[in-house]
């Protein structure tokens, strides 16, 4: 809630002739510069499709404890396959199904030991080995960077010829070309190696899903898949559930991996039902969208947004929290992009930067009704 507080501060209109009189004070207005004649705008927002109605009718798969007794067997299977990866390709790539597939919080402690592992022994002894594996090198600088750890881009300089630039001859193997695009992604600003690398692998994988010539349809998705949005850049569940049915027809699929995975997602998806359904109770208990129907009804978007942020089940009371102050926060926009007037808003931000309800008082109707909901939503 201090995030509605300092935002609606911050939109506070500059003025030379101030029409509120005093901040300790009541608001008072100056009438004699009231526009008598204003005209209300309207942004014409159409209504939302997900009424409470429909999402209290939204319904949950098994018993919860059946879901969590599977889960709890199979993630010590998938634990075990972790640790007993040996080779360093089988360790990054297994590390990274674990994240493509949404259960990486759950084996938090087995990754930072095999990363932390790997990254301690990077430069003397694993880095030498790996120059002729694009895909490998590129795959374990995007782990390293998603994971919080310091690695350079000069990592990917052994590519490069005597003028600085990547040899074409890298990207006749597509695997990699795939696996350094969504690497290149990662990079901070003023990295010349991976801006290359992006505008390079972006025209390489765009002709690739042009030729004729491979009949490898699983490549062919990734490829496509990637190039519509990186990894980097893609909403985590949703990326989640579309790699889900990817993993289900890859050769080398592990069925305790891939039924995790699945029993792991329906679980979360009943949290998040469970998540909506109380924040459309607030919502529709606080009926601003009727009393003050130029605003935005958008309650789900504003859910799913969270849900995009910290999608984690020890995050459940952020969601929720963040939901709320996301649709407060989408209702003071519209009174202020839409709906006040200059004199209006002026004495709205000093109403609200005040954080007294008395001061509240002075001002119009709607004005009053949404100064209201932020107090209610912060005491509850």
């Known amino acids: 809630m201090a995030l509605i507080l300092r935002l609606s501060s911050s939109i506070l209109y500059p003025s030379k002739k101030w029409r509120v009189i005093s901040y300790r004070s009541s608001i008072i207005y100056a009438h004699s510069q009231s526009p008598q004649s204003f005209e209300r705008r309207s942004a014409n927002y159409e209504p939302t499709i997900w009424h409470d109605n429909f999402i209290q ?38 590390v990274d199904l674990l994240q493509q597939l949404g259960i990486a919080y759950r084996f938090t402690d087995e990754i930072d030991c095999v990363i932390n592992e790997i990254y301690e022994s990077m430069n003397q002894i694993l880095l030498p080995d790996m120059h002729d594996d694009l895909y490998l090198v590129s795959l374990l600088f995007r782990l390293l960077r998603m994971l919080g750890f310091s690695v350079h881009e000069d990592i990917f300089k052994c590519y490069l010829d005597k003028e600085g630039y990547w040899e074409e001859k890298l990207f006749s193997d597509i695997k990699g070309t795939l696996s350094l695009y969504e690497a290149s992604y990662f990079a901070k600003e003023g990295e010349e190696i991976l801006e290359m690398a992006r505008h390079l692998t972006t025209r390489h994988l765009s002709d690739f899903l042009m030729s004729p010539n491979c009949d490898d349809s699983r490549l062919r998705d990734h490829v496509a898949h990637a190039l519509d949005l990186p990894l980097n850049w893609r909403i985590e569940r949703l990326h989640t559930r579309w790699f889900i049915e990817q993993y289900k027809t890859d050769d080398k699929m592990i069925p305790a991996l891939w039924e995790l995975a699945v029993l792991d997602f329906n679980l979360m998806q009943d949290l998040y039902k469970n998540e909506l359904k109380h924040v459309s109770r607030w919502w529709t208990d606080l009926r601003l ?89 912060v005491e509850d």
């Open 289 to 377: 969208y009727e009393k003050l129907p130029f605003i935005r009804d958008r309650l789900a978007e504003n859910y799913l947004w969270t849900v995009g942020g910290a999608f984690e089940p020890e995050h459940s009371s952020h969601r929720i929290a963040q939901t709320k102050a996301n649709c407060l926060i989408t209702t003071i926009d519209d009174i202020y992009d839409v709906y006040g007037s200059l004199i209006e808003l002026e004495a709205f931000t000093v109403a609200v930067d005040k954080w007294d309800i008395t001061a509240a008082e002075a001002l119009p109707e709607y004005m009053k009704t949404c100064i209201s909901a932020l107090f209610n939503t």
């Open 57 to 94: 009718s939204l319904s949950n798969g098994d018993k919860l404890e059946s879901k969590e007794e599977k889960i709890f067997k199979l993630s010590k299977e998938v634990s075990q396959i972790l640790c007993k990866q040996e080779m360093l390709k089988g360790k990054l790539e297994f």
